[in-house]
């Protein structure tokens, strides 16, 4: 049996670096993807040039404006993103017949036991780095270690275009050299609550048992800092996870009271997020709506039906729903998101309906949809037109 | 207000005034039973706004009155204390509950009865009488299909229409079920089909002893219900039931018989080794033998094989097995069928011979 080993591959820069590759023009400069039209909204992404600036991914566009005001600001085209996306991860699945995709930029290769095949792992990582850019023209940044929480946190060590090798038995090492909030799953909450029990390092946190820490900070997340310290997996990144959430969200041009205008953006909302689970064969079980108001109070609700989700439509019901009994109809609205968790794959046994009702037509006619979209079709379902009133108004007690 | 009662009687009314009261917040006056007492007899009433409930038992009233006080914390008290007779009084703005020749002594704060909500009322002649035991079996034969997903909220009740020569009811939650046609012997009045609540329904067949007749009474928006010493009304669902027929296959092309405990043992126990989120349970019928198995899982596998009466291909049926183990329970009768045409369309499970009832589910995909 040869050795376990994970590649952890995160493309640097994503967005931008598409952007400076399609117009080389854009080459060395600050590029800051999102925020192209207006001040808000949030960074996307943004080039390694645009970073020396101080500016991040998810920070404000008005603020990354301060920092950068020279900056090149675009729109952001997730088309042909999703498009280098899936040809980049085709080039992975090359290297390894087990190939686990966690975002548009980053996945997992099990490369165990490719070493007879490929020769060292660090060789074949160059090999990878070479090919990515060989057929795309853009970098990636590699982690090498016995398991995917490592590997994981070695990626980012030496970013950008960057390898870091954990060689086996050195986690422990490699963990105790990483400040706190670079324990990947460790986030600012966490380290506060962290800190609030004086625990300011790795060392620290790892002095204490796991009956204490299970105490203190309850069971998944004690026995989670336990084996995060100690370099072992703590299973983020399990292949039998059986739900994936997927969800979008738009920052509005204009804070809004407008429920017309809300109805047609959740209605849009909800076609889009349908569309991306048809695509990959999933099938919802919940569904989520968020909403932010123009003071950046933000709030959120779930709602899961005891029957699968089958159509945009459906998920438009529910999440309007869940929206309108929340929202107070006065308050000026600055972002709205749908979502949609837990989804299972299609291949689960599915109960058969009595009364062949509504949603599940709909979903037929979705279906079609996206096959005519696929193919290049513009087309759109006349009820995205319409906006039209899917009747399912509770009766209230 | 002043009366005294025997513990026991008194509580078992607070117990079903407190099933009726939804929210336990103290705040709000519907969080509280109305009590009041005149010529030896003790009112409760208790209401969610959805139902109400009103019964009367007999006690010993020293002063004629009435009150509110929080059901919650009465029951606890009710139920702490030891058999016997209690003794309930008004005392400014408080209720004391005491024991005779005890010294216990509980004040809980009331809430004058005034400002409790009315009682719905129907006029008497509005009413019509239907043998209890009739009416309790459609309960039992149905109400277990009920929605409970609020969002088809239609689903959420029992279906009830006038039948003709009786009453019909239906109940499912788009997956499976359940249909009763009883003919009743008493005249029923013309009325517009109506959806019932399942608390309403819940409530008669909790308090009724089965015997005798229940009064109904259907307007307005509400059903109103008498029997014993008990009135209960509820708001009617307002909305549009789904055409039930077109989904009750009209012929289907086997039929298998088999005795009907032997088939609710065997399912219970391959159920427990069905799939925890699906459900999911075969059913292989063959000539003399019907198979009830649980898929392959993590923790196991369970297989049981029963006699039966079948003239037919082999079938497979995959089912949830809740949908199957919920008649199962509530059919009376030695022998059922199970009847099918397609392993992918409905199959209806009824009583053998056939009786004035069925269930009718849907399968699940087989693989």
Redesign the interface.
């Known amino acids: 049996m040869g050795e376990t080993w994970f590649f952890h591959i995160d493309l640097d820069a994503f967005y931008a670096s598409v952007e400076q590759y399609d117009n080389p023009s854009l080459k060395g400069k600050p590029v800051i993807v999102g925020g192209a039209t207006s001040n808000r909204g949030v960074v996307s992404a943004c080039s390694y040039e645009a970073r020396t600036y101080g500016v991040h991914s998810a920070l404000p566009i008005f603020k990354a404006r301060e920092l950068c005001p020279h900056g090149i600001y675009l729109p952001g085209r997730m088309k042909r993103y999703q498009r280098v996306s899936e040809h980049i991860m085709s080039i992975f699945s090359e290297f390894s017949p087990t190939m686990q995709q966690i975002s548009i930029d980053e996945a997992f290769l099990d490369m165990s036991g490719t070493e007879c095949l490929w020769g060292p792992v660090e060789q074949t990582a160059i090999r990878l780095q070479d090919a990515v850019k060989q057929e795309s023209g853009l970098t990636a940044s590699i982690g090498i270690a016995s398991n995917k929480y490592i590997a994981k946190m070695a990626s980012d060590r030496n970013k950008p275009n960057g390898i870091c090798f954990v060689p086996q038995g050195e986690e422990y090492l490699f963990i105790s050299e990483q400040p706190l909030n670079k324990i990947w799953g460790i986030g600012k909450k966490g380290i506060e609550n962290l800190n609030r029990h004086h625990i300011h390092t790795v060392e620290n946190l790892r002095s204490f048992t796991l009956p204490y820490l299970k105490r203190v900070f309850g069971d998944s997340t004690g026995s989670f800092y336990f084996q995060a310290v100690r370099g072992q997996d703590p299973g983020f990144f399990s292949t039998t996870a059986k739900s994936r959430s997927v969800s979008n969200e738009i920052t509005l041009e204009a804070d809004t009271v407008d429920k017309e205008q809300l109805r047609g953006l959740i209605h849009q909302l909800a076609h889009h997020v349908m569309f991306r689970l048809l695509k990959e064969g999933l099938i919802a079980t919940t569904v989520g709506i968020k909403y932010r108001l123009s003071n950046f109070s933000t709030f959120s609700a779930q709602y899961t039906p005891n029957k699968p989700i089958y159509s945009a439509e459906e998920i438009f019901a529910y999440v309007w729903e869940l929206f309108i009994e929340r929202w107070d109809g006065a308050s000026a609205i600055r972002l709205i998101g749908v979502s949609i968790n837990s989804v299972q794959k299609r291949d689960q046994p599915m109960q058969e309906e009595l009364f062949y009702d509504d949603y599940k037509r709909k979903h037929t006619v979705e279906k079609t949809v996206l096959k005519l979209r696929s193919k290049g079709n513009k087309i759109m379902k006349a009820s995205d037109l319409l906006n039209t009133d899917h009747s399912l108004q509770r009766k209230k007690d | 207000m002043k009366f005294t009662s025997a513990k026991n009687s008194l509580l078992k009314e607070i117990m079903i005034a407190q099933d009726i009261i939804a929210s336990r917040n103290a705040l709000s006056i519907l969080s509280n039973v109305l009590i009041e007492t005149a010529n030896n007899l003790l009112t409760i009433k208790a209401t969610d706004?959805?139902v109400g409930f009103e019964t009367q038992i007999p006690v010993d009233t020293i002063d004629p009155g009435s009150t509110t006080i929080y059901c919650d914390k009465l029951l606890g008290i009710l139920r702490s204390l030891p058999d016997g007779e209690i003794e309930v009084e008004q005392l400014d703005d408080k209720v004391v509950i005491r024991p005779l020749f005890q010294k216990i002594d509980f004040r809980l704060r009331s809430i004058t009865s005034e400002k409790y909500p009315e009682m719905r009322v129907c006029d008497d002649q509005l009413y019509f009488s239907i043998t209890s035991n009739d009416f309790i079996s459609m309960i039992d034969q149905t109400i277990f299909s009920v929605?409970?997903?609020?969002?088809r909220?239609f689903l959420n009740g029992v279906y009830m229409e006038n039948g003709g020569d009786g009453l019909v009811m239906v109940a499912?939650?788009?997956?499976?079920?359940s249909y009763m046609n009883r003919i009743i012997e008493q005249e029923i009045p013309t009325f517009k089909p109506i959806i019932i609540p399942p608390k309403f329904l819940g409530l008669i067949k909790k308090l009724s002893s089965r015997e005798g007749i229940i009064e109904l009474a259907i307007h307005d928006n509400y059903i109103f219900a008498k029997f014993d010493s008990h009135k209960i009304s509820s708001t009617l669902?307002?909305?549009q039931f789904?055409n039930y027929k077109?989904?009750i296959p009209e012929k289907q092309n086997f039929q298998c018989i088999i005795d009907k405990d032997m088939f609710y043992d065997a399912l219970k126990r391959v159920s427990l080794l069905v799939d925890q989120?699906?459900k999911?349970l075969f059913i292989d019928i063959d000539i003399e033998s019907l198979t009830l198995s649980s898929e392959e899982s993590d923790i196991g596998k369970a297989k049981e094989e029963i006699p039966c009466e079948f003239f037919g291909e082999k079938t497979r049926i995959?089912v949830?097995s809740m949908y199957v183990v919920n008649p199962l329970k509530v059919m009376p009768g030695e022998k059922i069928s199970i009847s099918f045409s397609e392993a992918?369309r409905?199959i209806s499970i009824a009583p053998y011979p056939e009786k004035d009832f069925f269930h009718?589910v849907?399968?699940?995909?087989?693989?």
Do not use: E, F
């Open positions: 706004l959805n929605s409970d997903d609020s969002t909220y499912t939650d788009g997956r499976r079920l669902i307002d909305g789904p077109r989904v989120k699906s999911r995959a949830n992918n409905a009718i849907m399968p699940m995909q087989l693989d």
